[in-house]
């Protein structure tokens, strides 16, 4: 059995609490590892290594911090498919969608390499007689993430990218779900000349959050994962003065018009529905087709795609739709929520219970499951299930359609299929959800855009990634200045690099 450890100030280290998490390979339901979870001494000397190492990385000048980043952003590309295979097999993904994971993270990395640029201040000569003002933008200090199991490369990449190239050093706190690319992570980034102690990964759970929350010295929180655990987390940081950002849950909606392209809307479905099991923040779980027609004929295109996708070990290769949900007990919840469904009414069209796979049968496998006929009163609609199960509510409007996903509290993602760019635009403009999808089911914006959701989808102000990452990770500093005229100095006459 391994025992996995956590990263402080450049090395590796065994967990001296005594307690452990079981991490499991989802497809076999074998414990594969044992995860350390930190007390709060351990993560207090996370703290002491990182306020150690903090200052002499914020006095580094931002064009050769970001060359750490151009530097980390070749490494990813080097071992691609290890961290690819290494995230498979902790969390069940197929192996594409895994490097898919690693990519748009690295993304992120990629725009943290303009931070020069990003972190530039503002400038006015003569704001007064001879008075100038500027303003520049500051490291916070020590900053703190907290991560989900469903993208232990991505989000993680995410938070520790602008926040160290911003200047600050970094404690990541990832899901004891999957800490190893976590771990593979903060090694690349010493590789590509990163400072000891500016990034650690303290793996743990609630008691190390709470060591993070209560840390006088911790400046800066970032959180995604479940809403309950957001809302937590956004209540408690800012009680005890940090400065927070928390993303939760989804539930995300597909309004399917009647000029839709069907073809084009159910393939889309399917991909955003049960693409990794449906364990993404920003996958499809309720289909809004508006009217009866357009209803019964999207059900007839869904239903042969959904009983042709194949459900397997990512060791399968290219010829698995989805993987295996995370752990047993994500397995129990979906079949619970599935059990109030069928309970409460709604029509199982497709019904996944019984799916087994031949030498995987203790595996986290779920089959994939669709409802129609589903009403905003049942289980299934009001709560996150993130699992392969996609609920069909049928809306004789395309007012009611609309009123249906501003009505929901969560308000992650949402997207509408139409012809009708007069009906898109109306959609995107009114509907109260972050981040809107016309004719592209899953949209996640890109890295030098901001993703954030509205509603219980989000506690705080500033998106992730983008010009808001460098915001958040930052303090605005202003000076106004008066100088005497003086004597000048001579010149400097050689060309030389910034030190
Ligand atoms: P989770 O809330 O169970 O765990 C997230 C993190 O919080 C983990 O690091 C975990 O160790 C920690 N945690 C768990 N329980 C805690 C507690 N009681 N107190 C303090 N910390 C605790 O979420 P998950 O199951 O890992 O991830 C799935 C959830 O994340 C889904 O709800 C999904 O929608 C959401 N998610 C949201 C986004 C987004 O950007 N909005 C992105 C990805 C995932």
Same mark, same amino acid.
């Given at each position: 059995? /391994?025992?996995?450890?956590?990263?402080?100030? $450049?090395?590796?280290?065994?967990?001296?609490?005594?307690?452990?998490?079981?991490?499991?390979?989802? =497809?076999?339901?074998?414990?594969?590892?044992?995860?350390?979870?930190?007390?709060?001494?351990?993560?207090?000397? =996370?703290?002491?290594?990182?306020?150690?190492?903090?200052?002499?990385?914020?006095?580094?000048?931002?064009?050769?911090?970001?060359?750490?980043?151009?530097?980390?952003?070749?490494?990813?590309?080097?071992?691609?498919?290890?961290?690819?295979?290494?995230? @498979?097999?902790?969390?069940?993904?197929?192996?594409?969608?895994?490097?898919?994971?690693? /990519? &748009?993270?690295?993304?992120?990395?990629?725009?943290?390499?303009?931070?020069?640029?990003?972190?530039?201040?503002?400038?006015?000569?003569?704001?007064?007689?001879?008075?100038?003002?500027?303003?520049? &933008?500051?490291?916070?200090?020590?900053?703190?993430?907290? *991560?989900?199991?469903?993208?232990?490369?991505?989000?993680?990449?995410?938070?520790?990218?602008?926040?160290?190239?911003?200047?600050?050093?970094?404690?990541?706190?990832?899901?004891?779900?999957?800490? @190893?690319?976590?771990?593979?992570?903060?090694?690349?980034?010493?590789?590509?000349?990163?400072?000891?102690?500016?990034?650690?990964?303290?793996?743990?759970?609630?008691?190390?959050?709470?060591?993070?929350?209560?840390?006088?010295?911790?400046? @800066?929180?970032?959180?995604?994962?479940?809403?309950?655990?957001?809302?937590?987390?956004?209540?408690?940081?800012?009680?005890?003065?940090?400065?927070?950002?928390?993303?939760?849950?989804?539930? #995300?909606?597909?309004?399917?018009?009647?000029?839709?392209?069907? !073809? /084009?809307?159910? !393939?889309?479905?399917?991909?955003?529905?049960?693409?990794?099991?449906?364990?993404?923040?920003?996958?499809?779980?309720?289909?809004?087709?508006?009217?009866?027609?357009?209803?019964?004929?999207?059900?007839?295109?869904?239903?042969?795609?959904?009983?042709?996708?194949?459900?397997?070990?990512?060791?399968?290769?290219?010829?698995?739709?989805?993987?295996? +949900?995370?752990?047993?007990?994500?397995?129990?919840?979906?079949?619970?929520?599935?059990? *109030?469904?069928?309970?409460?009414? =709604?029509?199982?069209? +497709?019904?996944?219970?019984?799916?087994?796979?031949?030498?995987?049968?203790?595996?986290?496998?779920?089959?994939?499951?669709?409802?129609?006929?589903?009403?905003?009163?049942?289980?299934?609609?009001? %709560?996150?299930?993130? $699992?392969?199960?996609?609920?069909?509510?049928?809306?004789?409007?395309?007012?009611?359609?609309?009123?249906?996903?501003?009505? %929901?509290?969560?308000?992650?993602?949402?997207?509408?299929?139409?012809?009708?760019?007069?009906?898109?635009?109306?959609?995107?403009?009114?509907?109260?959800?972050?981040?809107?999808?016309? #004719?592209?089911?899953?949209?996640?914006?890109?890295?030098?855009?901001?993703?954030?959701?509205?509603?219980?989808? +989000?506690?705080?102000?500033?998106?992730? %990634?983008?010009?808001?990452?460098?915001?958040?990770? *930052?303090?605005?500093?202003?000076?106004? @200045? &008066?100088?005497?005229?003086?004597?000048?100095?001579?010149?400097?006459?050689?060309?030389?690099?910034?030190?």
């Amino acid at each position: 059995m /391994q025992e996995l450890t956590h990263y402080l100030n $450049g090395e590796h280290v065994k967990g001296t609490s005594g307690r452990f998490a079981d991490v499991f390979n989802p =497809a076999t339901g074998e414990v594969q590892a044992k995860c350390p979870l930190a007390n709060e001494a351990e993560m207090d000397q =996370a703290v002491k290594y990182a306020m150690a190492a903090q200052p002499a990385w914020a006095a580094v000048n931002p064009q050769r911090r970001a060359r750490v980043m151009m530097k980390f952003v070749d490494l990813l590309n080097r071992d691609m498919d290890k961290l690819a295979e290494a995230l @498979s097999r902790e969390h069940g993904k197929t192996l594409p969608d895994a490097a898919g994971d690693v /990519q &748009r993270g690295l993304e992120v990395v990629e725009y943290c390499i303009g931070a020069p640029e990003l972190l530039k201040g503002d400038y006015t000569d003569s704001a007064g007689p001879g008075i100038d003002m500027y303003s520049m &933008r500051q490291p916070l200090g020590v900053s703190a993430g907290i *991560t989900p199991f469903n993208f232990p490369a991505m989000i993680p990449m995410w938070m520790f990218a602008p926040a160290i190239v911003c200047g600050n050093a970094f404690i990541l706190k990832p899901s004891e779900r999957d800490p @190893s690319v976590p771990l593979m992570l903060a090694e690349l980034l010493e590789e590509a000349g990163l400072p000891k102690g500016i990034i650690q990964v303290v793996n743990g759970d609630k008691e190390a959050v709470d060591a993070i929350l209560h840390h006088p010295v911790i400046q @800066s929180v970032g959180f995604v994962g479940s809403t309950p655990i957001a809302e937590y987390i956004y209540g408690t940081g800012c009680a005890n003065g940090k400065r927070v950002q928390c993303f939760g849950g989804a539930k #995300n909606h597909m309004i399917i018009m009647p000029d839709a392209d069907l !073809d /084009q809307a159910a !393939d889309a479905l399917i991909g955003a529905g049960y693409g990794a099991a449906g364990e993404r923040c920003m996958a499809i779980s309720v289909a809004v087709p508006v009217g009866e027609e357009t209803a019964d004929r999207l059900i007839e295109k869904l239903v042969p795609r959904i009983e042709k996708l194949k459900v397997g070990p990512y060791t399968s290769g290219k010829d698995v739709d989805y993987g295996p +949900v995370v752990t047993g007990a994500a397995k129990a919840n979906i079949e619970r929520l599935v059990q *109030t469904g069928i309970d409460q009414g =709604a029509t199982l069209v +497709v019904d996944g219970r019984d799916f087994k796979l031949q030498g995987y049968e203790d595996g986290f496998f779920v089959g994939p499951h669709l409802f129609d006929n589903v009403t905003k009163d049942m289980d299934i609609y009001k %709560h996150e299930i993130f $699992g392969p199960v996609l609920s069909t509510v049928r809306a004789k409007t395309y007012e009611e359609a609309l009123g249906l996903a501003m009505d %929901h509290e969560m308000g992650n993602g949402t997207a509408i299929f139409t012809r009708d760019g007069d009906a898109a635009r109306d959609f995107a403009n009114r509907v109260n959800v972050g981040m809107i999808g016309i #004719n592209v089911p899953i949209p996640v914006p890109l890295a030098y855009h901001t993703f954030g959701g509205w509603k219980k989808s +989000v506690f705080g102000d500033l998106n992730q %990634h983008g010009p808001d990452a460098f915001k958040f990770y *930052t303090r605005t500093k202003t000076v106004t @200045s &008066r100088w005497p005229s003086g004597i000048k100095e001579g010149g400097e006459f050689n060309f030389k690099p910034m030190e």
